[in-house]
């Protein structure tokens, strides 16, 4: 074999090799996007709240309903405020169903997230909350920070009623 | 170096180079099926029947009991009946413990199924059914569809008598 | 091009195919263990309890509480014993938020588990508990074993309080 024939064989390996690495490095920000929101539950959940406020960037937002908090001062009342201190140490922040999307340094996902809760009364547990989730992520010094979680609970106006009919307005386009 | 030892080098580094590839594209499946049966939660819970209908190959079998759904307009009956049309809007369909084997274009996966619900009365949520699942996938023009789903409610005769029955036969063997 | 700068790059080439394979290495080990976790909750549910005995190694400890269980007799106590024989068949063990880092034929996960259960009296599913876990796993003849679990209900002392505390004192440091 002519040398030539070893350069061009050569040449269409490392195009392989760099498109695997390319693709593995994807597979590897999404498990990397699923421990970010692994980490947000038990940061919730076990009462580690600067932990979970640096899972943000400095500028995320939560946008829960009509009234958004952004920025690390908002996010700290949400953490600190009376309904997330009424469940912690006896709650469980779980995320499922997810779908995870990387472009660089940027990514989306969307899934579900559903919380369980230990009531006072009786110790028994219930599903306490579920929501629908579309979150963006951003890549700051290699880690991957939420930049806005949009949450609306399942069964409430915006998620039966808004965020169906705007689905169908797309689809009938 | 000689340019045979060259040579052979890199057809030992190209059956590396396949090898990889092989894998990461098991994966890369095993992504793609865990992501169609989050579209399937997203398209039951959000009313998209179109969308649903479409994650289900033109044949496609839904076995819940002993009469089993097949082909698009009996489908079409499960996602557009009572049934469903009462829990639509107000339901969460997750899945999980999957469980995914895939051989070229065919596939399969066992796994957990876990609907909540928003309870009308009270607005509170109750985890509506739980189900076991073998679901059979086959690529379609690069998209992974669901050939079967065989599912049995947690607690009912086939899940705790005829599953287990079985399963206990294999083992005797 | 001369011989030695494709000798060269063939080194460089074979650097990088021998960093792909230890990196898609460690994703298939992540899979094999959320697998194992799967295959964990099929056997307590499907009644297989041989093969749930399986997935643990021979000196296994379940530390469920102050008096951890440890081996192989111990293990069969619990899975045989009443407070699981009185769920069997009805339940649904599930897992969730799953961390895991893989160091050689070692590896370790931290996630959530829920166990759903279907009541006798009114055929209702109930998040019968909810668990908060760190496993240690050890790969023998190339199968994933579960070497330690350790597990603390939601809501009760070591959960709201020992834990917690200890990651506090960890944070204060």
Chains 1, 2, 3 share one sequence.
């Not at 490392?14 to 421990?35: G, N, P, S, Y």
């Amino acid at each position: 074999m002519a040398a030539n024939t070893t350069n061009e064989n050569s040449a269409s390996l490392e195009k392989r090799v760099a498109r695997l690495e390319a693709r593995l490095h994807d597979l590897e920000d999404q498990e990397q996007i699923r421990e970010c929101l692994a980490r947000y539950g038990y940061a919730a959940d076990l009462g580690r709240s600067e932990e979970w406020l640096d899972l943000w960037t400095a500028d995320g937002v939560y946008d829960l309903d009509d009234a958004p908090y952004q920025g690390r001062d908002a996010l700290t009342k949400i953490i600190m405020g009376g309904v997330h201190k009424g469940i912690e140490n006896r709650c469980l922040h779980t995320v499922g169903n997810l779908f995870i999307r990387v472009d660089g340094d940027d990514a989306w996902a969307e899934g579900y997230s559903v919380v369980f809760f230990r009531e006072r009364e009786d110790d028994r547990y219930i599903p306490w909350s579920c929501g629908y989730n579309h979150w963006d992520f951003r890549r700051v010094d290699g880690e991957w920070k939420m930049v806005r979680r949009y949450r609306r609970a399942v069964g409430d106006k915006a998620w039966g009623g808004t965020v169906i009919a705007e689905y169908q307005k797309e689809a009938a386009r």
